[in-house]
């Protein structure tokens, strides 16, 4: 039976090497973190079990929706059930809902309805002016300023599209691709009104024919196990153990040899491993490094080219409860990005007089709020939060930081013609395959990485 070796113990390289390993593979993960779960893992600090962020299962995928719950048969009242979420904004000092629909932009201002719909009304007749002489061109490839204001209008674009999404990911939106925006190229006048009236929400995550809309998504039952979300990745890889899989942590992979006869050595700080197939779920820009011989510098920059934000999350323990009365609340003009209310989500990671609460900051790797002590950190949260009497200093009891440095693709406006150079890079070793949420430059959820899993797996059982 051929020998793979799986490098990254997230949710992509645990979905692939389970169902390998349940077809009798000699399965070898390597994994450079102490513990398994990636992003969506759990790590124990004192007594608290702290995930990366606030992680719900959900799916509409039956058969990962179907595994993952089985791992759990018997013993239901492990996992805690959640039909409905409850999320909000505070948009320039006002709550306002979130995902944007017509009640949100009342709810922006008394000015903003009118604002809106004569800018609205503008951009559909200068568009629909234009189409008449021009055929419409393919929305895919646009900024998401062209998008936003061909879609809904400066006004909205200005006032909620442009201030949110450039605090979250640090650069200019004329420099972003719309992809940030997933369902972007779906969009039309007749759609947006219909999103904005009748289904209230913004279809963000219609990506393909088939998969549901963020909005179709968002509204699936949700599944925590109460020890941690890292407890699906924890009993994953407990399967794959029993099915004859080995997993290795603490093992940075630092070089992936292809062979003349077209197998691999894979090297870390230790130990060099063999195998027929390699699967990486590494950051593209990292793996491309790695690769021995090297491969052409073309390649390598336009894999250098292709980045990822990193995260900082703070976790703040208070007695303070009901602070933001949701489950997640989302911030502009903030210095952080997203407030989860832990007690609302699971109630699970904190004690029962105690509340959490998780602040998460986007950033660049290396930049000055990377570089920030947790000190600085801290006060710059603390600050906002007095500021917006949500928390004081002193009702905090104990706070953790954790920063993770590759967590969201980048879709710069370029970013499609340098993934398809490392994708074609890539495509000519047939045993080689770069796969996931980082090796693939895929912004999805940990059901969607398991099934990328198993859809590859399946490929290699074919070959
Ligand atoms: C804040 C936040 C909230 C989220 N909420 C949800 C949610 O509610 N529900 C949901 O389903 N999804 C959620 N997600 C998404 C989900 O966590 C990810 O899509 C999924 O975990 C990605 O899995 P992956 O295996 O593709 O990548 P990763 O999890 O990034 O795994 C890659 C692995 O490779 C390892 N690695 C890196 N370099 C090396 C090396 N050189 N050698 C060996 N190993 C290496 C890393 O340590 C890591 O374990 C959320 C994500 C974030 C950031």
């Known amino acids: ?108 201002g008394i000015l903003s309805p009118i604002l809106s719909s004569l800018s609205f009304l503008k951009s559909y007749i200068r568009l629909s002016i234009i189409s008449l002489f021009f055929k419409k061109k393919e929305i895919k490839n646009s900024t998401i300023e062209k998008w936003a204001i061909d879609n809904f209008g400066k006004y909205l674009y200005l006032n909620f599209f442009k201030p949110y999404t450039e605090q979250f990911w640090k650069i200019n939106t004329s420099e972003l691709s719309s992809r940030v925006i997933p369902s972007s190229k779906k969009f039309d006048f007749a759609k947006t009104l219909k999103h904005l009236l009748i289904n209230k929400y913004f279809d963000l995550a219609k990506r393909e024919p088939g998969e549901l809309s963020l909005q179709e998504r968002e509204s699936l039952p949700t599944y925590y196990p109460k020890k941690g979300y890292g407890e699906i990745a924890n009993r994953i890889g407990k399967k794959i153990e029993n099915n004859g899989g080995k997993i290795h942590t603490s093992h940075n992979v630092k070089e992936v040899i292809l062979k003349p006869n077209n197998t691999f050595d894979v090297n870390t700080k230790d130990k060099v491993f063999n195998g027929d197939i390699v699967v990486s779920t590494i950051p593209l820009n990292r793996i491309i490094n790695k690769i021995r011989p090297s491969p052409e510098k073309t390649i390598l920059n336009s894999a250098n080219k292709l980045e990822y934000l990193s995260l900082i999350l703070v976790y703040l323990n208070t007695k303070k409860k009901n602070i933001l009365n949701c489950e997640y609340c989302y911030f502009v003009d903030r210095p952080y990005n997203r407030i989860s209310e832990m007690d609302f989500i699971t109630g699970n990671m904190n004690t029962e007089d105690e509340n959490l609460l998780i602040v998460e900051i986007s950033c660049h790797y290396q930049d000055k709020m990377w570089n920030y002590s947790n000190e600085e950190v801290f006060s710059l949260c603390i600050d906002a939060l007095e500021k917006d009497n949500l928390l004081k200093k002193e009702n905090i009891l104990h706070y953790e930081i954790i920063k993770v440095p590759s967590v969201y693709p980048i879709y710069r406006k370029d970013y499609e013609i340098h993934l398809k150079e490392v994708e074609k890079y890539f495509f000519k070793i047939n045993n080689f395959f770069s796969i996931g949420r980082q090796g693939q430059f895929y912004y999805g959820d940990s059901d969607q990485m398991i099934r990328i899993g198993f859809d590859t797996a399946d490929k290699i059982i074919k070959q």
């Open 1 to 108: 039976m051929k020998n793979v070796i799986i490098i990254g113990a997230g949710m992509t390289g645990l979905g692939t090497a389970w169902r390998l390993s349940e077809h009798g593979f000699k399965i070898n993960i390597l994994e450079s973190d102490k513990i398994i779960g990636g992003l969506a893992k759990t790590i124990k600090i004192g007594n608290q079990n702290l995930d990366i962020g606030p992680h719900s299962f959900f799916s509409e995928d039956k058969e990962v929706l179907k595994k993952v719950l089985d791992l759990f048969e018997g013993e239901k009242s492990t996992f805690q059930y959640s039909k409905k979420r409850n999320v909000k904004m505070i948009f320039r000092g006002k709550y306002i809902d979130y995902p944007l629909s017509l009640k949100s932009i009342f709810q922006m």
